[in-house]
């Protein structure tokens, strides 16, 4: 027999709830808590409290300042049940044994709903999510499957649910879509893209990944790699203005290609070190081989920009050094796009990944 906890968020409509609960949770092959949280005032919370001592089962949890993120969370994460889930408001309780069912019959681990007419393009577009309808929200899941996530995740706000299915998605967990009616209480745009962008630096560095033994992440989200070239840029800057100090340095006492090679060299392993930290942080990959790939990446770097800077010097030898400083800068960012795809796609390269699309349960 599957053991389910409900968690109920009230905002102080008590009237519809007493019905709607005793039908919905009427089937005999399940074991029901209903966990009433009230986050409504003083005079709702006692008539919440009467409430529980006419359903079986059933018990209330004051929501306070917490908001409701922090106490599903929190809730989620404690309960004992096989099956947890969340009705964002009392009329949803007639649309349980469907957000249920995928669950107990073994065929999801997380399940979120689904409204007609709409679809959640931004996270598609950015996540690669195949989800009809964000605002549908996340409605129950299996609890060893949600538990780890909870540990994962990072927010306490209404953003939680979101962040929760994205974090499902990238670890391969099965995520079902239902038809529902209502949605989840909605999050400021601010608030969301911040949560959105959470996420992906989680992906990026790796801190997204369950870990488990045979466990593969999804496909790298669009959002994640432009995250990751938006960091390849910022140390791609400052690996320049290493460069420029280093090449004006060492102009004043050797040639061109010797001074662009000593400063490309310095400049090159203190940017392959940043990135491996910080831009690729995550991807378990072999030093020595790294260093290799790393290597023929630079060897090209440096053909190119050694050979735009002498072409410059011998066509205009009255250039100057700051025009061979433009020059060597305007090579290096032409060969930055395929220097980051090669270290994306080979110099940090691990094995290889599937991405897992949300399901329909009708």
Known sequence: MACVEVVVLLDGDLDRLPDALRTSLAAPDRAWTVTLVQLGGDATWERTRRLTASLPGTRAVRGGRAGRGAVLAGLW??????????????????????????LVDGHADLVVGRRPGTHGRLLQRAFGLDVADAGGGLRAARTAAVRPLLRLSTSDGPSLGTELLLLAAHNGLRIAQVPVTGAVAGVRLGE??????????????????????????????????????????????????????????????????????????????ANT????????????????????????LFALHYLVMTGAVTAAVHLNPSAGRLGEVAVLLASSLAVSVLRFVGLDRWVFRTGGTRRRKASSAE
């Open 273 to 296: 070190e940043v990135n491996r930290r910080w831009t690729f942080a995550g991807r378990r990959v072999a030093p020595v081989g790294t260093h290799l790939r790393s290597g023929v």
């Open 77 to 102: 994460r404690d309960s004992t049940a096989d099956v947890v889930a969340c009705l964002p408001d009392p009329a949803a309780a007639a649309e349980l044994p469907r957000v249920l069912a995928p």
């Open 192 to 269: 969301r893209l911040v949560g959105l962008a959470r996420v992906a630096h989680a992906m990026a560095t790796g801190r997204a990944d369950l870990g488990a033994p045979g466990a593969r992440p999804a496909r790298l989200a669009p959002a994640v790699t432009l995250l990751r070239f938006g960091l390849f840029g910022v140390v791609g800057l400052m690996s320049g203005l290493l460069y420029v100090a280093l090449y004006l340095g060492l102009r004043t006492v050797v040639p061109p290609a010797l001074a662009n090679l000593a400063a490309l060299v310095l400049g090159a392993v």
